[in-house]
Protein backbone atom coordinates (compact mmCIF):
# COMPACT_ATOMS: atom_id res chain seq x y z
CA UNK A 1 0.00 0.00 0.00
CA UNK A 2 1.55 3.19 -1.33
CA UNK A 3 2.00 6.01 1.95
CA UNK A 4 0.10 9.10 1.49
CA UNK A 5 3.09 12.02 1.20
CA UNK A 6 2.53 15.17 2.20
CA UNK A 7 5.22 17.50 0.61
CA UNK A 8 6.16 21.02 1.96
CA UNK A 9 9.81 20.93 1.07
CA UNK A 10 9.23 23.18 -2.35
CA UNK A 11 12.61 24.65 -1.95
CA UNK A 12 14.78 22.15 -1.68
CA UNK A 13 13.41 20.47 -4.82
CA UNK A 14 10.04 20.30 -6.70
CA UNK A 15 7.99 17.52 -8.65
CA UNK A 16 8.23 17.90 -12.21
CA UNK A 17 4.88 18.94 -13.61
CA UNK A 18 3.32 17.00 -15.79
CA UNK A 19 2.91 19.33 -18.61
CA UNK A 20 6.58 19.67 -18.53
CA UNK A 21 7.07 15.86 -18.56
CA UNK A 22 5.31 15.60 -21.24
CA UNK A 23 7.10 18.14 -23.21
CA UNK A 24 10.19 16.62 -22.54
CA UNK A 25 8.72 12.44 -23.82
CA UNK A 26 9.48 13.27 -27.26
CA UNK A 27 12.90 14.34 -26.85
CA UNK A 28 13.81 11.07 -24.57
CA UNK A 29 12.29 8.97 -27.21
CA UNK A 30 12.05 10.11 -30.95
CA UNK A 31 14.01 13.36 -31.29
CA UNK A 32 16.96 12.02 -29.53
CA UNK A 33 19.25 13.45 -32.29
CA UNK A 34 22.30 15.78 -31.62
CA UNK A 35 21.24 19.46 -31.59
CA UNK A 36 24.75 20.04 -34.01
CA UNK A 37 24.17 17.61 -36.26
CA UNK A 38 24.45 19.14 -40.08
CA UNK A 39 21.34 16.46 -40.56
CA UNK A 40 18.01 17.74 -40.00
CA UNK A 41 17.10 14.73 -37.51
CA UNK A 42 19.44 16.40 -35.45
CA UNK A 43 19.94 20.05 -36.60
CA UNK A 44 16.07 20.73 -36.20
CA UNK A 45 16.39 20.48 -32.22
CA UNK A 46 18.41 23.76 -32.81
CA UNK A 47 15.10 25.97 -33.59
CA UNK A 48 13.35 23.93 -30.56
CA UNK A 49 16.16 24.46 -27.91
CA UNK A 50 15.90 28.34 -28.97
CA UNK A 51 11.66 28.45 -28.89
CA UNK A 52 12.71 27.09 -24.85
CA UNK A 53 15.41 29.80 -24.66
CA UNK A 54 12.70 32.54 -25.69
CA UNK A 55 10.59 30.69 -22.62
CA UNK A 56 13.09 31.21 -20.14
CA UNK A 57 13.59 34.90 -21.03
CA UNK A 58 9.65 35.74 -20.82
CA UNK A 59 9.90 34.61 -17.02
CA UNK A 60 12.76 36.82 -16.71
CA UNK A 61 11.61 39.37 -18.36
CA UNK A 62 14.28 39.59 -20.55
CA UNK A 63 13.02 41.18 -23.90
CA UNK A 64 16.09 41.89 -25.92
CA UNK A 65 16.58 40.06 -29.14
CA UNK A 66 19.13 39.55 -31.63
CA UNK A 67 18.42 40.02 -35.68
CA UNK A 68 17.34 36.42 -35.50
CA UNK A 69 14.98 36.85 -32.84
CA UNK A 70 17.19 34.67 -30.81
CA UNK A 71 17.47 35.16 -26.51
CA UNK A 72 21.02 35.06 -26.53
CA UNK A 73 21.26 36.68 -22.79
CA UNK A 74 19.84 33.24 -21.73
CA UNK A 75 22.72 30.29 -21.54
CA UNK A 76 21.85 26.75 -20.90
CA UNK A 77 23.85 25.34 -17.79
CA UNK A 78 23.51 21.95 -15.45
CA UNK A 79 22.26 23.75 -12.49
CA UNK A 80 22.57 26.81 -10.43
CA UNK A 81 25.61 25.80 -8.51
CA UNK A 82 27.39 25.94 -12.15
CA UNK A 83 25.72 29.55 -12.79
CA UNK A 84 27.10 30.73 -9.80
CA UNK A 85 30.48 29.37 -10.49
CA UNK A 86 30.64 30.56 -14.18
CA UNK A 87 29.46 34.25 -12.98
CA UNK A 88 32.16 35.34 -10.16
CA UNK A 89 34.41 33.35 -12.16
CA UNK A 90 33.68 35.22 -15.58
CA UNK A 91 33.30 38.64 -13.45
CA UNK A 92 37.17 38.02 -11.72
CA UNK A 93 38.39 37.20 -15.17
CA UNK A 94 37.07 39.71 -16.96
CA UNK A 95 38.03 42.50 -14.23
CA UNK A 96 41.40 41.19 -13.87
CA UNK A 97 42.86 44.69 -12.11
CA UNK A 98 39.94 43.65 -9.29
CA UNK A 99 40.31 41.29 -6.82
CA UNK A 100 37.93 41.47 -4.46
CA UNK A 101 34.12 40.05 -4.02
CA UNK A 102 30.88 41.32 -1.89
CA UNK A 103 28.20 39.11 -0.43
CA UNK A 104 26.54 38.42 2.23
CA UNK A 105 26.46 35.96 5.31
CA UNK A 106 23.36 34.72 4.51
CA UNK A 107 24.23 33.19 0.80
CA UNK A 108 23.66 29.64 -0.32
CA UNK A 109 26.54 27.08 -0.20
CA UNK A 110 26.99 27.64 -3.56
CA UNK A 111 28.35 31.06 -3.23
CA UNK A 112 29.73 30.92 0.26
CA UNK A 113 31.88 27.39 -0.46
CA UNK A 114 33.19 29.45 -3.71
CA UNK A 115 33.99 32.16 -2.35
CA UNK A 116 35.99 30.52 0.40
CA UNK A 117 37.84 28.46 -2.35
CA UNK A 118 38.43 31.80 -3.92
CA UNK A 119 40.07 33.41 -0.77
CA UNK A 120 42.20 30.62 -0.84
CA UNK A 121 43.39 31.54 -4.07
CA UNK A 122 44.11 34.93 -3.26
CA UNK A 123 41.47 37.12 -3.72
CA UNK A 124 39.52 39.34 -0.91
CA UNK A 125 36.03 38.50 0.31
CA UNK A 126 34.01 40.52 2.61
CA UNK A 127 30.81 39.17 3.69
CA UNK A 128 27.79 41.67 4.87
CA UNK A 129 26.11 40.76 8.08
CA UNK A 130 21.84 41.04 8.85
CA UNK A 131 20.04 41.98 11.51
CA UNK A 132 17.92 39.42 13.65
CA UNK A 133 14.77 39.21 11.01
CA UNK A 134 17.67 38.50 8.32
CA UNK A 135 17.96 41.82 6.75
CA UNK A 136 20.77 43.26 5.18
CA UNK A 137 23.17 45.91 6.60
CA UNK A 138 22.77 48.44 3.68
CA UNK A 139 25.22 50.58 5.17
CA UNK A 140 28.24 47.61 5.50
CA UNK A 141 27.16 46.88 2.08
CA UNK A 142 27.69 50.41 0.80
CA UNK A 143 31.05 50.69 2.67
CA UNK A 144 32.25 47.47 1.36
CA UNK A 145 32.40 48.26 -1.99
CA UNK A 146 34.91 50.28 -3.51
CA UNK A 147 37.39 50.31 -6.35
CA UNK A 148 38.73 47.21 -5.25
CA UNK A 149 35.13 45.41 -6.11
CA UNK A 150 34.86 43.16 -9.30
CA UNK A 151 31.65 41.82 -8.40
CA UNK A 152 28.77 42.08 -5.60
CA UNK A 153 26.59 38.74 -5.35
CA UNK A 154 23.38 38.65 -3.23
CA UNK A 155 21.04 35.81 -3.44
CA UNK A 156 17.10 37.80 -4.36
CA UNK A 157 15.46 35.54 -1.88
CA UNK A 158 16.69 33.47 0.98
CA UNK A 159 16.51 29.29 0.45
CA UNK A 160 15.85 29.42 4.65
CA UNK A 161 14.07 32.00 5.31
CA UNK A 162 12.47 33.55 2.37
CA UNK A 163 13.42 37.24 2.65
CA UNK A 164 13.85 38.81 -0.91
CA UNK A 165 16.69 41.14 -0.49
CA UNK A 166 17.11 44.44 -2.65
CA UNK A 167 18.79 43.27 -6.09
CA UNK A 168 18.31 46.73 -7.89
CA UNK A 169 19.68 48.80 -5.28
CA UNK A 170 22.66 46.75 -4.53
CA UNK A 171 23.25 46.52 -8.43
CA UNK A 172 23.33 50.12 -8.67
CA UNK A 173 25.20 50.57 -5.50
CA UNK A 174 27.88 48.40 -7.48
CA UNK A 175 27.84 50.24 -10.73
CA UNK A 176 28.79 53.72 -8.73
CA UNK A 177 32.20 51.28 -8.24
CA UNK A 178 32.05 49.98 -11.22
CA UNK A 179 31.54 46.50 -10.06
CA UNK A 180 29.31 44.06 -12.32
CA UNK A 181 26.60 42.49 -9.76
CA UNK A 182 25.38 39.32 -9.87
CA UNK A 183 22.09 37.39 -8.15
CA UNK A 184 21.21 33.96 -7.19
CA UNK A 185 17.52 34.14 -7.65
CA UNK A 186 17.17 30.32 -7.85
CA UNK A 187 14.38 30.49 -4.88
CA UNK A 188 12.81 33.56 -6.71
CA UNK A 189 12.14 32.67 -10.26
CA UNK A 190 8.82 31.74 -10.80
CA UNK A 191 7.91 33.28 -7.28
CA UNK A 192 8.88 36.93 -7.76
CA UNK A 193 8.17 38.65 -10.95
CA UNK A 194 11.34 40.00 -12.54
CA UNK A 195 11.84 42.61 -15.70
CA UNK A 196 15.40 42.27 -16.72
CA UNK A 197 15.13 44.76 -19.47
CA UNK A 198 14.67 47.78 -17.02
CA UNK A 199 17.02 45.65 -14.58
CA UNK A 200 20.95 46.66 -13.78
CA UNK A 201 21.47 43.17 -13.20
CA UNK A 202 24.43 42.25 -14.91
CA UNK A 203 24.00 38.16 -14.14
CA UNK A 204 21.57 36.46 -12.48
CA UNK A 205 21.26 32.42 -12.08
CA UNK A 206 17.84 29.85 -11.76
CA UNK A 207 17.80 25.96 -11.20
CA UNK A 208 14.85 24.25 -13.12
CA UNK A 209 14.45 21.76 -10.33
CA UNK A 210 12.83 24.54 -8.05
CA UNK A 211 10.07 25.60 -10.68
CA UNK A 212 8.67 22.40 -11.80
CA UNK A 213 11.62 21.15 -14.68
CA UNK A 214 13.81 17.88 -14.07
CA UNK A 215 17.10 17.95 -12.28
CA UNK A 216 20.23 18.94 -14.31
CA UNK A 217 19.69 21.92 -15.82
CA UNK A 218 19.77 25.62 -14.92
CA UNK A 219 20.63 29.06 -16.39
CA UNK A 220 22.16 31.84 -16.21
CA UNK A 221 21.31 35.42 -17.50
CA UNK A 222 23.95 37.63 -18.68
CA UNK A 223 22.99 41.26 -19.96
CA UNK A 224 23.61 42.31 -22.89
CA UNK A 225 26.98 44.23 -23.30
CA UNK A 226 28.49 42.21 -19.82
CA UNK A 227 31.48 40.62 -21.27
CA UNK A 228 32.01 36.86 -20.23
CA UNK A 229 34.39 33.88 -19.56
CA UNK A 230 33.03 30.46 -20.53
CA UNK A 231 33.60 28.49 -17.22
CA UNK A 232 33.26 25.27 -19.00
CA UNK A 233 35.03 25.33 -22.29
CA UNK A 234 34.76 22.77 -24.95
CA UNK A 235 32.86 22.92 -28.50
CA UNK A 236 30.85 26.02 -29.81
CA UNK A 237 27.54 25.24 -27.88
CA UNK A 238 25.31 28.39 -26.32
CA UNK A 239 27.80 30.68 -28.65
CA UNK A 240 30.90 29.31 -27.29
CA UNK A 241 30.04 30.45 -23.71
CA UNK A 242 29.41 27.11 -22.55
CA UNK A 243 30.80 23.81 -23.99
CA UNK A 244 28.81 20.52 -24.34
CA UNK A 245 26.56 18.68 -25.61
CA UNK A 246 22.95 20.48 -25.04
CA UNK A 247 20.52 18.72 -22.46
CA UNK A 248 17.84 18.90 -24.66
CA UNK A 249 14.95 16.82 -23.29
CA UNK A 250 15.64 18.51 -19.77
CA UNK A 251 15.72 22.27 -21.84
CA UNK A 252 12.48 21.72 -23.12
CA UNK A 253 10.94 20.66 -20.11
CA UNK A 254 12.90 24.62 -18.24
CA UNK A 255 11.18 26.05 -21.30
CA UNK A 256 7.61 24.49 -20.87
CA UNK A 257 7.72 25.03 -16.66
CA UNK A 258 8.79 28.71 -17.29
CA UNK A 259 6.08 29.42 -19.49
CA UNK A 260 3.59 27.34 -17.07
CA UNK A 261 5.32 29.82 -14.45
CA UNK A 262 4.91 32.85 -16.03
CA UNK A 263 1.13 32.49 -16.90
CA UNK A 264 0.20 31.41 -13.81
CA UNK A 265 2.56 33.32 -11.05
CA UNK A 266 -0.43 36.11 -9.95
CA UNK A 267 -2.72 32.70 -8.91
CA UNK A 268 0.43 30.98 -7.54
CA UNK A 269 1.71 33.45 -5.30
CA UNK A 270 -1.78 34.17 -3.61
CA UNK A 271 -2.41 30.04 -3.75
CA UNK A 272 0.77 29.75 -1.42
CA UNK A 273 0.66 32.88 0.20
CA UNK A 274 -2.54 31.37 1.90
CA UNK A 275 -1.13 28.36 2.99
CA UNK A 276 1.40 30.00 4.25
CA UNK A 277 -0.25 32.54 6.24
CA UNK A 278 -2.57 29.17 7.03
CA UNK A 279 0.24 27.90 8.53
CA UNK A 280 1.68 29.68 10.74
CA UNK A 281 -1.96 31.15 12.20
CA UNK A 282 -2.29 27.35 12.96
CA UNK A 283 0.71 26.71 14.65
CA UNK A 284 1.17 29.53 16.86
CA UNK A 285 -2.49 29.24 17.67
CA UNK A 286 -1.59 25.87 18.84
CA UNK A 287 1.95 25.71 19.72
CA UNK A 288 3.92 27.81 22.68
CA UNK A 289 7.44 28.80 22.58
CA UNK A 290 7.96 29.37 19.00
CA UNK A 291 9.32 32.37 16.71
CA UNK A 292 8.67 32.85 12.63
CA UNK A 293 11.44 33.89 11.48
CA UNK A 294 12.53 36.58 8.48
CA UNK A 295 11.23 39.62 7.34
CA UNK A 296 7.79 39.25 7.20
CA UNK A 297 6.82 42.51 5.24
CA UNK A 298 9.36 41.41 2.00
CA UNK A 299 9.61 37.53 2.07
CA UNK A 300 8.74 34.89 -0.14
CA UNK A 301 5.00 33.81 -0.28
CA UNK A 302 5.87 30.11 -0.12
CA UNK A 303 8.43 30.25 2.79
CA UNK A 304 7.94 30.00 6.21
CA UNK A 305 10.75 28.82 8.85
CA UNK A 306 9.79 28.46 12.33
CA UNK A 307 11.77 28.14 15.09
CA UNK A 308 10.53 25.54 18.11
CA UNK A 309 12.55 26.24 21.27
CA UNK A 310 14.25 23.67 23.22
CA UNK A 311 14.16 20.60 20.66
CA UNK A 312 15.97 19.45 17.70
CA UNK A 313 15.15 19.95 14.31
CA UNK A 314 15.92 16.74 13.38
CA UNK A 315 14.31 14.81 16.07
CA UNK A 316 11.08 16.70 14.34
CA UNK A 317 11.60 15.56 10.83
CA UNK A 318 12.03 11.92 11.85
CA UNK A 319 8.45 12.02 13.68
CA UNK A 320 6.86 14.05 11.19
CA UNK A 321 8.00 11.88 8.68
CA UNK A 322 6.11 8.70 10.73
CA UNK A 323 2.97 10.88 9.41
CA UNK A 324 4.19 11.33 5.75
CA UNK A 325 5.04 15.08 5.77
CA UNK A 326 8.30 16.12 4.28
CA UNK A 327 10.14 19.17 5.54
CA UNK A 328 13.40 20.48 6.08
CA UNK A 329 15.36 21.57 9.46
CA UNK A 330 17.44 24.41 10.02
CA UNK A 331 20.12 22.75 11.33
CA UNK A 332 23.26 20.85 9.02
CA UNK A 333 24.58 17.69 10.60
CA UNK A 334 28.57 18.21 10.29
CA UNK A 335 31.03 15.63 11.23
CA UNK A 336 31.09 15.15 15.06
CA UNK A 337 28.88 17.86 15.72
CA UNK A 338 25.37 19.25 14.76
CA UNK A 339 25.44 23.28 14.08
CA UNK A 340 22.82 25.59 13.10
CA UNK A 341 22.82 26.66 9.82
CA UNK A 342 24.60 29.32 8.96
CA UNK A 343 21.94 31.86 8.38
CA UNK A 344 20.38 31.73 11.75
CA UNK A 345 23.70 31.80 13.32
CA UNK A 346 24.22 35.37 11.25
CA UNK A 347 21.03 36.23 12.63
CA UNK A 348 21.89 35.96 15.93
CA UNK A 349 18.92 33.22 16.99
CA UNK A 350 19.85 31.58 19.82
CA UNK A 351 21.15 27.83 19.95
CA UNK A 352 17.78 26.90 22.05
CA UNK A 353 15.56 28.44 19.00
CA UNK A 354 18.13 27.44 16.03
CA UNK A 355 18.54 23.84 16.67
CA UNK A 356 14.44 23.43 16.83
CA UNK A 357 13.67 25.35 13.33
CA UNK A 358 11.97 23.74 10.49
CA UNK A 359 11.44 25.47 7.29
CA UNK A 360 7.70 24.41 5.50
CA UNK A 361 8.36 25.45 1.72
CA UNK A 362 4.95 25.19 -0.43
CA UNK A 363 4.07 24.94 -4.46
CA UNK A 364 1.05 24.96 -6.37
CA UNK A 365 0.48 21.51 -5.97
CA UNK A 366 -0.46 21.85 -2.09
CA UNK A 367 -3.70 21.66 -0.62
CA UNK A 368 -5.76 23.23 2.05
CA UNK A 369 -6.12 20.10 3.67
CA UNK A 370 -2.68 19.49 3.65
CA UNK A 371 -1.46 22.11 5.78
CA UNK A 372 -4.63 21.36 8.39
CA UNK A 373 -2.85 17.93 8.22
CA UNK A 374 0.01 19.27 9.48
CA UNK A 375 -1.07 21.84 12.37
CA UNK A 376 -3.35 18.74 13.70
CA UNK A 377 0.40 16.34 13.83
CA UNK A 378 2.65 18.77 15.11
CA UNK A 379 1.39 19.98 18.16
CA UNK A 380 1.69 16.30 19.78
CA UNK A 381 5.20 16.12 17.80
CA UNK A 382 6.43 18.98 19.54
CA UNK A 383 4.37 18.06 23.00
CA UNK A 384 6.33 14.69 22.82
CA UNK A 385 9.82 16.13 22.23
CA UNK A 386 9.52 18.88 24.91
CA UNK A 387 8.44 16.09 27.35
CA UNK A 388 11.81 14.67 26.61
CA UNK A 389 14.17 17.73 26.69
CA UNK A 390 15.59 18.51 29.98
CA UNK A 391 15.40 22.49 29.10
CA UNK A 392 11.61 22.78 28.92
CA UNK A 393 9.51 23.91 31.39
CA UNK A 394 6.03 24.12 31.28
Not at 40 to 49: R, S
Not at 78 to 95: F, H, I, K, P, Y
Amino acid sequence: MKREVIYADNNATTCVAPEVFEAMRPYLFEKYGNPSSIYTFGGELAADIERARIEVAELLGASWRNNLGQATEIIFTSCGTESDNAALRSALEVQSGRRKIVTSKVEHPAILNLCRELEREGYTVETIGVDGDGRLDMSALERAVDSETALVTLMWANNEIGNIYPVEEVARIAHRAGALFHTDAVQAAGKVPMNMSESEIDMLSISGHKLHAPKGVGVLYVRRGVRFRPFIIGGHQEKGRRGGTENVASIIGLGKACELARKGMAEEIAHVKKLRDRLETGIAERIPAIRINGDKSSRLPNTSSISFEYIEGEAILLLLDQHGICASSGSACTTGSLEPSHVLRAMGLPYTAAHGTLRFSFSRYNTVEEVDRIIEVLPSVISTLRKMSPYWKE
